[in-house]
């Protein structure tokens, strides 16, 4: 990833600003996304279980590895060592990990899976 990549200013998206001579500072893509680099990875999308989330198949997900998953989170996780990208739920009825697509089911941990945790994600970016 760039260091720096240079932002000619913002774009209206009604009517055009008359502002444009008010110019941003050049946009630090690290800065913007990662808070804490050591902890932070990118990973690729693959599939499309997490679309109602805005997660498309080919995305690049940004991932925080130091924070700690609370029910809600989207999380990459792997499940008896298979990798998935999911919705992180916990309550009274135990694990699961539910997709943002009907046409995936939720994975429900049973006794005896193994779920082993590798971080949060903190951003996506797609591609038009």
């Known amino acids: 990833m760039p260091a720096k990549t240079k932002v000619s200013g913002s774009v209206a998206a009604g009517f055009p600003s008359p502002a444009e001579q008010y110019q941003e500072p050049p946009l630090d893509l690290n800065e913007f996304l990662v808070k804490r680099p050591a ?3 990118f990973v690729k999308v693959s599939g499309d279980s997490m679309i109602g989330a ?7 997900l ?3 590895r130091s924070l700690r998953p609370a029910s809600g989170d989207v999380i990459i996780a792997s ?3 298979e990798f998935t990208v999911k919705t992180y739920r916990k309550d009274a009825n135990g694990v699961r990990l539910e997709p943002a697509n009907p046409d995936f089911p939720t994975i429900r941990l049973k006794p005896g899976q193994e779920l082993d945790y590798f971080g949060k994600v ?3 970016i797609h591609r038009f």
């Open 39 to 41: 902890a932070t990875f």
């Open 62 to 64: 940004v991932v925080d």
């Open 54 to 60: 805005g997660i498309h198949d080919k995305d690049l």
């Open 122 to 124: 903190t951003a996506c």
């Open 79 to 81: 499940v008896d060592g």
